[in-house]
């Protein structure tokens, strides 16, 4: 196993085919979709149609009813899912949450300690090993369980609206965070999320469902992805309508629903 605290695994290629999910034979979603190893890619769209169950799809956490869900040609083992709410041991310090999953992961006790302060270093944690959950923020707290997840070196991280519950800077902090852990370990990222700028400001493809069934509407290429700044270009804005009026969130908007596709 690598050094937690250097790079890890590459990120690896996701390949969607024909998936479908249903719920008591009521399908929620349908998806073909091609996801490079290292790419970061945003799902949005309406509510209940479909986003979280594909990403437990991914995880193996729901048989698809039809299709596959590959990653690097095989079952979705090296994928790992970061929720809304954290799932940390509330009895368990920082450090212990994450020394909890390097002991899952078959890592050494002699060398748990290091690794987990390593890790909370890496998500901006240094000096909170020692504090409980209880005692830290909500924002600490996805930042704990972010460490926890990087510990279990996954090639794929499924993200549902992970920082959905956080206040605007807060949010802010952690999309940075995400930019900086991923620049590093370049794991590729399935992000949901309903705040289109988040998306903007995270992917490099920009995958809009449908209503449920979840089928793909359209995917808005990012061509700068991640550029500092770049919420202030005039294209921003301009991405941001697009999207806006594609899945009709607006009433004026959807009706101009004209621009585009790219
Ligand atoms: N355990 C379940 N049993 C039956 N139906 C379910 C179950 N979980 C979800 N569903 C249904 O499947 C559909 C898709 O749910 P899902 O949670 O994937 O939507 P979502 O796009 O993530 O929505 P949101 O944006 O509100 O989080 C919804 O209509 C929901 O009611
Ligand atoms: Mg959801």
Redesign the pocket.
């Known amino acids: 196993m690598a050094a937690q605290g250097g790079a890890m695994n590459a990120g690896a290629a996701v390949r969607m085919r024909g998936l479908r999910i249903a719920?008591?034979e009521?399908l929620?979603?349908e998806v073909d979709l091609d996801i490079a190893g290292g790419e970061i890619v945003v799902?949005l769209?309406?509510?209940?149609?479909?986003?979280?169950?594909?990403?437990?799809a991914m995880a193996g956490l729901l048989e698809p009813v039809g299709g596959t869900a590959e990653v690097d040609g095989g079952s979705g083992e090296q994928c790992a899912m970061v929720f809304q709410e954290d799932a940390l041991l509330p009895w368990r310090t920082a450090r212990k949450n994450v020394e909890f999953a390097l002991k899952l992961c078959g890592v050494r006790r002699g060398r748990r300690r290091a690794e987990a302060l390593a890790l909370l270093d890496q998500v901006g944690l240094d000096g909170f090993g020692d504090h409980l959950p209880g005692a830290l923020s909500g924002g600490m707290r996805q930042r704990v369980q972010l460490a926890r997840t990087l510990a279990t070196q996954p090639r794929v991280l499924l993200m549902?609206?992970p920082f959905g519950a956080l206040d605007a800077q807060t949010r802010a902090d952690m999309q940075r965070l995400l930019i900086s852990v991923w620049q590093r370990h370049r794991t590729t990222v399935l992000f949901?999320t309903?705040d289109v700028d988040e998306a903007l400001l995270l992917a490099d493809r920009i995958v809009l469902?449908t209503p449920?069934p979840?089928r793909i509407q359209r995917i808005v290429t990012i061509d700068n992805p991640r550029a500092p700044g770049a919420r202030f270009e005039p294209e921003f804005a301009r991405r941001r309508y697009e999207i806006l009026a594609a899945l009709g969130e607006d009433a004026e908007l959807g009706a101009a629903n004209t621009v585009e596709a790219s």
């Open positions: 719920y008591d009521i929620t979603a799902l769209g309406p509510s209940g149609c479909g986003k979280s169950t594909i990403l437990r549902d609206e949901v309903h469902l449920r979840a």
